[in-house]
């Protein structure tokens, strides 16, 4: 018989690291986290120093960390200010026009906090344009054009697409720039997001476009996760029954899949969905005997308008998968890990 596990309060720790878990949300925790606003390497002052003719959204390249999310300036309530806009004129979108040599401090306002970025400007082809930033250059470009401030499920798959191609030119051949544009003394380190080793010489300044991208991608996941406890789309269980002759664990669902819960799954389980499907998403979760106090994993499918979902036990033997046997009378819960409150539990028949 199927019985829901008793909910306890769990630590904010807990809270924030699950990642499989289909039931009713549960309350958050009293302690919230301060929004931390800063620039891209985690000051409040930076430097940038670009060419002559640069014109990018510098609000690209400030970060936003409210709880588990993660935003920028761009996608929100910002006021730019250029203190000698002969040098660098800034509109209030953030969209950055470095006119002629010169310094000048381009200060961001933003959920409260004031944020300085001491701007050089240099004479225009002062970097060496090199094959990587001809390429990051363009692909940066694409990158950019038409990029939304909000996204549904068909913007998502657009612009989830446009990033994997910028990605794809960027681990391809940009040997010395950071993902964001940013040149290195030399090549790329080998943790190529280690801000400390960058310079700050901006070389393809609308490479910051994929900072943006990534928060709206991001944000989109955290609101759509069909398996995540803190999403607005959390999967709802039915009932879920296990059967020792078919081998399998049947879900059935409250509520028919959307398109944006399948996109969801995909940008949570990237690993999982290399090739991108609108209709249907990998997952990874897990699945405990308490009988046997085993732990196995489970990767069942996730279909657009679709209602259950099956599910097998899996061990791995010598790296490759083998798929276990479900054992009449055991015990088994479905869910997470590392916290199994209001996950589900049910007796093999």
């Known amino acids: 018989m199927q019985q829901t596990i008793k909910g306890r309060a769990i630590s904010w720790l807990a809270f924030f690291l699950m990642s499989i878990l289909l039931t009713a949300a549960l309350p958050p925790s009293l302690a919230q986290a301060a929004v931390r606003v ?35 300036a761009s996608l929100g309530k910002a006021s730019y200010r250029s203190q000698d806009k002969k040098v660098a004129s800034v509109n209030g979108k953030g969209y950055l026009n470095a006119k002629k040599p010169g310094t ?7 959920q409260g906090k004031t944020l300085t970025c001491h701007l050089t400007v240099e004479k225009k082809n002062t970097f060496e344009q090199t094959r990587s930033i001809k390429e990051l250059k363009a692909a940066a470009k694409a990158l950019a054009k038409g990029m939304p401030k909000k996204i549904n499920a068909a913007k998502g798959y657009n612009l989830n697409r446009k990033v994997a191609s910028y990605m794809e030119v960027y681990n391809g051949t940009a040997k010395e720039l950071s993902y964001d544009g ?7 380190p080998s943790r190529d997001k280690v801000d400390y080793k960058r310079s700050s010489r901006l070389a393809v300044p609308q490479a910051g476009r994929f900072r943006t991208a990534d928060a709206l991608l991001g944000q989109f996941k955290a609101d759509n996760n069909p398996v995540s406890v803190n999403s607005k789309k959390t999967m709802r269980i039915a009932s879920a029954s296990a059967s020792s002759k078919t081998g399998k664990i049947v879900v059935k ?30 997952i990874s979760m ?25 599910v097998q036990p899996v061990t791995s033997t010598n790296g490759l998968p083998e798929i276990v046997k479900i054992e009449k009378g055991h015990v088994y819960m479905l869910g997470s890990e590392l916290e199994w409150s209001n996950g589900v539990k049910m007796t093999a028949k």
């Open 38 to 72: 800063q620039w891209y390497n985690g000051g409040g002052e930076t430097e940038i120093v670009v060419e002559a003719g640069a014109k990018f959204y510098i609000g690209d390249y400030v970060s936003i960390y409210s709880d588990a999310a993660a935003s920028t």
């Open 182 to 188: 940013f040149l290195y003394e030399g090549n790329r």
């Open 104 to 110: 000048t401090d381009v200060v961001v306002t933003c």
């Open 286 to 310: 897990t699945i405990y005997d308490e009988t046997a106090n085993r732990y196995y994993k489970g990767k069942p499918v996730l279909k657009k308008g679709g209602r259950q979902f099956e």
């Open 253 to 282: 669902l409250t509520k028919k899949l959307s398109a944006e819960q399948i996109l969801g799954a995909q940008l949570a389980f990237p690993k999982e969905n290399i090739a991108q499907a609108k209709t249907k998403a990998n």
